[in-house]
C-alpha cells in the first residue's frame, strides 16, 4: 500500500457505458418480459437474458480492473477511504429502501386494517366492506372474491412447537453465519489463512442453507397455506419483505462465494482486504433485516 | 498529497480525448459536469415544449388543440422531465463542475462511477418517451403517480414508467454516493467543515437527502409494479391495503425531494450575493444549521400534501406545525441575504440580477407555501391552480432562477470568455416579467376555485388564463435567448480572467479561465 502521496483517477474507460447498455437492455427485456407475461409465446426474456449477461461481464472486467490497479499499489489510503465510504452510503441507501417495506408494513398493520375492521379515527371505511373484521394476520380479506385469504400463516408457533417453525432455522443459520464471517476476517487479520478459509466456507453453507430454508418456506406457503402473493395484504407484506430480504442475502451469498474463491486462489493480505471487508458489512446488515424481519414480520 | 491521473497513450498529457468516444469514455469530471448540463438544458426544453402545450390548450376555455387523454400524458411528462430531467441534473451538473474545484480535490472520488451515473440517466429518459410511442400512450396519471390511477387505471406501458424510474433513482444514489465521497474525503488540506464554501455544504446535505429518499421511491414503484403484475395488494383495500399507504410512502420521498430541488440554489445564490455585494456571507455558521434544520425537518411532514386524503386529526395537527416551523430555518437564510447585500457595494451584472429576484420570488413562493400549510385553509386550496402558483413559484423563480443565475456565474470559468451582458440582462428581464405575467395570475385562479390538472375550465376564468399563457409564451421563447447566449459564450466574447468577478472568493476563481482539464492535481493549502 502506498502512503497519502497520491490520489489515482483513471484514465477513460468502456466500462460504465457498456454498464449503461446493459440496463437498458435490462429495462427493456423486464419491461417486455413483465408486460408480455400473460403471452405463453412471447420471446422477450431473451433480452433479459442478454442484459443480465452484459451487466455481469461489466461486473467482472471492471472488478477485475480495480483489483489489478490495486496489486499493482495504484490506490492510496486515500482512495481506499473513498472505496470504504461509498460502500457504506451504499449501504444506507439499501437500508432506506427496506424502510419504504417496513413503513407499508407499519401502515397497514396500525392505521389500514384496524379502520378497515371499523376501529379508531377513520373507522368509517368499515362501511365498504361491512363484514370485515380486523384482524394480524388478515386471514379474512375484505373482499374474499377478488383477494383469497390465506389458509394458514407464518406466525411464530409458540416455544413448545419452535422446532417446526422454519424461520426460527433460518434466524440460526444467520445469526450464526454472521458470527463465522467475523471469526472469518480476524483469522485473515492475524494472517492464519487456513482458518479464515475454513470458515468462509462455514459462512457460505450457513448463507446457502438460509436461502434453501427460505426456499422451502415458499414452497410450504404455495402449496399448503395457501398464502401467496395474492391472499390479500398479509401475503403481500409478507412475500416482498421476506422475498427482497432473501434476494439481498443470495446477492450477499454470491458476493462471500465470489470473496471466498479468490481467498482461495491467495487473494488478501492482512491489511488489504477492502472487497472481503465491504462483503462482511453488506452480510452483517442482511443479518440485522433480518432480525427487524423476524420480530414484526413473524413474531408480533 | 498529489493525484495520479492515469493517461494512456491515447489521451497523453492532460488533455482529452478527440470525438465522441471523450464523451462516452470519460472519467474527467468536468467533461461529465458538462454532459449533465447539457442533458437537463434539452430536457427544460422538452419539458418547456409539453408545457407550452398545455398553456395553448388552456388559452381559451373548450376543447382546443389536444384531446383529454394527450393533455394528462403532457402534464405528467412536463412534471417528471423537469423535475427528474431538468432541475435534477443540472444541479449534479454544476455539482461535478464546481465542487471538485472548490474543496481543491483533483477530481471526483469515484470517476468511472460518475460516468456511470451520468449516461444511465439518458437511458431513464429515452425509455420514458418511448412509452408515448407504445400501445396505450405515456404515463397519464401526474407526476406523483398516485394510486389506484397508476395501477388499477393505468396504460399498460406504466412497466416501462416503473423501470425508468428505477433507473433515475440508481443514476441519483450513484450520483450522490460520489458527492458526498468527494466532499468528505477529498478536501484539501485546512479545509475543515465550516470553512467549506456553502454550495458545497449544501449538495453535501442534499445528497443525504437523496440517498435517503431516492430508494424509498424505488420502493414505492416496486409495490406498484407487484399490485399491477403479480397480484399484492398494497394500494387496493379489498385485499386489506390502502391507496392512500401509496401517497405516504411517495411523499415521504417527495418532500425531502423538493427540497433536493432548492438546497443547492440556495448555494449558489449564497456565493453569487456575496461577491456582487462585495461582502463576505452574513452569518455562515447559521447558514450551515439553517440548511441542516431543514434538511431534518423534511423527514417529518410529508403529510401536508395529503391534508384533505382523510388523516386523523392528530396527524393533521402534527404535520402542520412541523411544516410551520421551516418557516423558521428559511427566514434565517433569506434575512442573511439581505443583511449581506445591505450596506455592500453592490454591482448588478446578470446572475445577481437572477439572484435577487431568487430572494424576492422564492419568499413568495415560500409564504403561499405557509399558507397552504394551514391545514384547514388547505381544504380550501387543496387541488386548484394555488398550489400551482405555489409550486412553480419556488421551483421556476427558485430552482431554475438559481441554476441559471449559476451557469451565468461559473460560464466564464467554464468557456474562458464572459457571456454577453446586455444579452444577459434582456434575458433576464424577459424571464423576470415573463415568469410573474405567468405564474402570478394562478393564485387569483386557485383562489377562486380553478381546480388543476384539467384541460378545460369555466368560463369565469378564461381572462385570467390567456394572460397566463401569454407569459408562458414569452417565458418560453426566452429561454431560447439563453441558449443563444451560451453558445456565444463558448465560441466569443471577452477573454475572462481567472477571478473573473471583482472580488469572488474561492478556490475555483484561483484556477485559468477556461478551467484545465485537470486541476488540483497538488492540492491547495487552505488557510
Given at each position: 500500500m502506498s502512503d497519502q502521496s497520491s490520489y489515482f483517477v483513471p484514465a477513460s474507460s468502456r466500462l460504465p457505458i457498456w454498464m449503461a447498455f446493459g440496463l437498458m437492455l435490462f429495462v427493456l427485456g423486464a419491461g417486455y418480459t413483465i408486460n408480455d407475461l400473460d403471452k405463453p409465446d412471447s420471446n422477450s426474456y431473451w433480452i433479459l437474458i442478454a442484459a443480465f449477461a452484459v451487466i455481469f461481464s461489466v461486473f467482472f472486467f471492471w472488478f477485475g480492473e480495480v483489483i489489478k490497479e490495486n496489486d499493482k499499489g495504484m490506490y492510496s489510503d486515500q482512495l481506499n477511504r473513498s472505496f470504504v465510504m461509498g460502500m457504506q452510503w451504499f449501504i444506507f441507501s439499501e437500508v432506506m429502501f427496506f424502510f419504504a417495506f417496513f413503513l407499508a408494513l407499519g401502515y397497514v398493520r396500525i392505521f389500514a386494517v384496524p379502520w378497515l375492521g371499523?376501529?379508531?379515527?377513520?373507522?368509517?371505511?368499515?362501511?365498504?366492506?361491512?363484514g370485515f373484521e380486523a384482524t394480524w394476520?388478515?386471514?379474512?380479506?375484505?373482499?374474499q372474491s377478488l383477494f383469497q385469504g390465506p389458509k394458514e400463516n407464518m406466525n411464530f408457533p409458540g416455544f413448545a412447537n419452535v422446532g417446526h417453525w422454519l424461520p426460527f432455522w433460518n434466524t440460526l443459520c444467520l445469526v450464526t453465519s454472521s458470527g463465522t464471517i467475523t471469526i472469518a476476517e480476524h483469522a485473515l487479520k492475524k494472517g492464519n489463512r487456513t482458518t479464515f478459509k475454513f470458515w468462509m466456507v462455514m459462512t457460505l453453507i450457513l448463507g446457502f442453507t438460509f436461502v434453501y430454508l427460505q426456499g422451502l418456506e415458499y414452497y410450504e406457503a404455495y402449496d399448503h397455506m395457501g398464502l401467496t402473493l395474492g391472499a390479500g395484504i398479509y401475503g403481500t407484506t409478507f412475500f416482498l419483505l421476506t422475498g427482497f430480504h432473501g434476494f439481498h442475502v443470495c446477492l450477499g451469498a454470491i458476493i462471500l462465494t465470489i470473496m471466498t474463491i479468490r481467498g482461495f486462489r491467495g487473494a488478501f493480505t492482512k491489511d488489504d482486504h477492502f472487497g472481503l471487508a465491504a462483503g462482511s458489512w453488506y452480510w452483517h446488515f442482511v443479518d440485522v433485516v433480518w432480525i427487524l424481519l423476524v420480530l414484526v414480520v413473524y413474531v408480533f | 498529497m498529489s493525484a495520479v491521473i492515469d493517461s494512456h497513450s491515447d489521451d497523453h498529457h492532460h488533455g482529452p480525448a478527440k470525438g465522441i468516444t471523450r464523451w462516452l469514455y470519460t472519467t474527467n469530471h468536468k467533461d461529465i459536469g458538462t454532459l449533465y448540463l447539457w442533458f437537463s438544458f434539452l430536457m427544460l426544453f422538452l419539458g418547456g415544449a409539453m408545457a407550452m402545450v398545455i398553456r395553448a390548450e388552456l388559452f381559451e376555455p373548450g376543447s382546443q388543440i389536444v384531446s383529454p387523454e394527450f393533455y394528462n400524458q403532457m402534464l405528467t411528462n412536463h412534471g417528471l422531465i423537469m423535475v427528474f430531467g431538468a432541475v435534477m441534473p443540472a444541479f449534479v451538473g454544476l455539482a461535478n463542475w464546481i465542487i471538485p474545484m472548490q474543496i481543491g480535490a483533483?477530481?471526483?472520488?469515484?470517476p468511472r462511477m460518475n460516468n456511470l451515473s451520468f449516461w444511465i440517466l439518458p437511458v431513464a429518459f429515452g425509455i420514458l418517451i418511448s412509452t408515448f410511442f407504445m400501445e396505450g400512450g405515456g404515463p397519464n396519471f401526474g407526476w406523483t403517480f398516485y394510486a389506484p390511477l397508476s395501477t388499477t387505471y393505468a396504460p399498460p406501458t406504466v412497466t416501462f414508467f416503473i423501470f425508468a424510474v428505477h433507473i433515475m433513482g440508481a443514476s441519483s444514489i450513484m450520483g450522490s454516493i460520489n458527492i458526498i465521497t468527494t466532499i468528505l474525503n477529498m478536501r484539501?488540506?485546512?479545509?475543515t467543515f465550516m470553512k467549506m464554501p456553502l454550495f458545497t455544504w449544501t449538495w453535501l446535505i442534499t445528497a443525504y437527502l437523496l440517498i435517503a429518499v431516492m430508494p424509498v421511491l424505488a420502493g414505492a414503484v416496486t409495490m406498484m409494479l407487484m399490485d399491477i403484475h403479480f397480484g399484492t395488494s398494497f394500494f387496493n383495500a379489498a385485499g386489506g391495503g390502502d391507496p392512500v399507504l401509496f401517497q405516504h410512502v411517495f411523499w415521504f420521498f417527495g418532500h425531502p425531494e423538493v427540497y433536493i430541488m432548492i438546497l443547492p440554489a440556495f448555494g449558489i445564490v449564497s456565493h453569487i450575493i456575496e461577491t456582487f455585494s462585495r461582502k463576505p456571507i452574513f452569518g455562515y455558521t447559521s447558514m450551515v444549521y439553517a440548511i441542516a434544520s431543514i434538511a431534518i425537518l423534511s423527514f417529518i411532514v410529508w403529510a401536508h400534501h395529503m391534508f384533505t386524503v382523510g388523516m386523523p386529526i392528530a396527524g393533521e395537527l402534527f404535520f402542520m406545525y412541523t411544516t410551520m416551523l421551516i418557516a423558521i430555518p428559511t427566514g434565517v437564510k433569506v434575512f442573511n441575504w439581505l443583511s449581506t447585500m445591505f450596506k455592500g457595494s453592490i454591482s448588478f451584472e446578470t446572475p445577481m440580477l437572477f439572484s435577487i429576484a431568487f430572494v424576492a420570488l422564492f419568499t413568495i413562493g415560500g409564504l403561499s407555501g405557509l399558507m397552504l400549510a394551514i391545514a384547514p385553509a388547505d381544504f380550501q386550496y387543496h387541488d386548484t391552480y394555488f398550489v400551482v402558483a405555489h409550486f412553480h413559484y419556488v421551483l421556476v423563480p427558485g430552482a431554475i432562477f438559481g441554476i441559471i443565475a449559476g451557469v451565468y456565474y461559473w460560464l466564464p470559468k467554464w468557456t474562458g470568455n464572459m457571456y454577453d451582458e446586455v444579452l444577459g440582462k434582456t434575458h433576464f428581464w424577459m424571464s423576470f416579467i415573463s415568469v410573474n405575467i405567468t405564474f402570478f395570475p394562478m393564485h387569483f385562479v386557485g383562489l377562486a376555485g380553478m381546480p388543476r390538472r384539467i384541460p378545460d375550465y369555466a368560463l369565469q376564468f378564461a381572462d385570467f388564463n390567456m394572460v397566463i399563457s401569454i407569459g408562458a409564451f414569452i417565458f418560453g421563447l426566452t429561454q431560447l435567448l439563453f441558449l443563444f447566449i451560451i453558445l456565444k459564450s463558448i465560441f466569443a466574447g471577452k477573454q475572462a480572467t481567472s477571478?473573473?468577478?471583482?472580488?469572488a472568493k474561492g478556490l475555483e476563481w484561483t484556477v485559468a479561465s477556461p478551467a484545465p482539464y485537470h486541476t488540483f492535481e497538488t492540492p491547495p493549502e487552505v488557510k
Open positions: 371499523g376501529e379508531g379515527e377513520k373507522a368509517i371505511t368499515n362501511m365498504l366492506w361491512p394476520p388478515v386471514m379474512q380479506t375484505p373482499d | 483533483p477530481d471526483m472520488a469515484l484539501a488540506p485546512g479545509m477571478e473573473v468577478w471583482e472580488g
